[in-house]
């Protein structure tokens, strides 16, 4: 069935959900409410938030589970608001720019799911948005599994005497961004119970997203109708049997 074409049993079955997750609750219990909400058994999530961190988590509905690996190692995009202990001219920030661009390497925080080891990570744009005396609006797109609390910590190192995070947003995950419409928890359940109680699913059908979405920054090829049932039963593709490669 063409995903435009799927009922919203199919979608529920095999979507994604972007969930504009909330300061408070960790992932997991976002996850948990959600699968109370929607009475499925198998959600999961595309990576961990910190409890106190919001935005983008995106939800994989049952089979759709399978396919959040995929969003695991893509590029993520975070806005912060930290604090300086000192006050740096504009000169003296630019130049930290520049120094957190790039490769940088990192030591996970004492309190981390990971070994404490140095390694390296990328951050692909490092932008300062605003800057109001020692509190700096930032916006980051770095490599999955960057610590951006340790990079304000890293960042006040260097600018002295230090610095700390105050509050961060995740506004883009692989290609999934904040702008392309999120979903809150109390709006996921006002929608399921229209659907249930009216049998109107108008609102919910604009919240799952089908699970081809996920996959669609991987290459793909595409195969005639015909080679379909032979492939499906062990069948090697030949050259006919291909329409498209991108």
């Not at 699913?201 to 604009?206: A, N, P, R, S």
């Amino acid at each position: 069935v063409y995903y435009d074409k799927r009922t919203i049993e199919q979608l529920l079955a095999n979507g994604i959900i972007l969930l504009d997750k909330p300061p408070g609750p960790t992932s997991h219990e976002t996850v948990a409410w959600t699968k109370r909400i929607l009475k499925l058994e198998k959600i999961g999530h595309s990576g961990t938030l910190d409890p106190q961190v919001s935005g983008v988590l995106p939800l994989g509905l049952g089979e759709a589970t399978k396919a959040l690996g995929v969003l695991l190692l893509g590029p993520k995009e975070y806005h912060a608001l930290g604090r300086i202990h000192s006050l740096p001219s504009k000169e003296k920030l630019a130049s930290i720019v520049e120094m957190f661009t790039g490769e940088i390497f990192q030591k996970p925080p004492q309190r981390s799911a990971v070994v404490r080891q140095t390694r390296t990570r990328a951050i692909y744009e490092f932008e300062i948005i605003e800057q109001k005396e020692r509190l700096l609006l930032t916006r980051i797109l770095c490599e999955a599994g960057t610590y951006i609390r340790k990079l304000y910590y890293d960042i006040g190192e260097v600018l002295g005497p230090g610095g700390t995070m105050i509050e961060l947003r995740r506004s883009r995950v692989d290609q999934f961004h904040e702008r392309d419409g999120l979903v809150t928890l109390h709006e996921l359940a006002d929608a399921f119970a229209v659907w249930e109680e009216k049998k109107d699913d108008t609102k919910l059908m604009k919240m799952i997203i089908p699970v081809e979405r996920a996959l669609s920054e991987l290459k793909s090829v595409v195969i005639r109708d015909s080679a379909v049932d032979a492939m499906c039963h062990g069948a090697q593709l030949a050259i006919p049997g291909v329409l498209k490669i991108s």
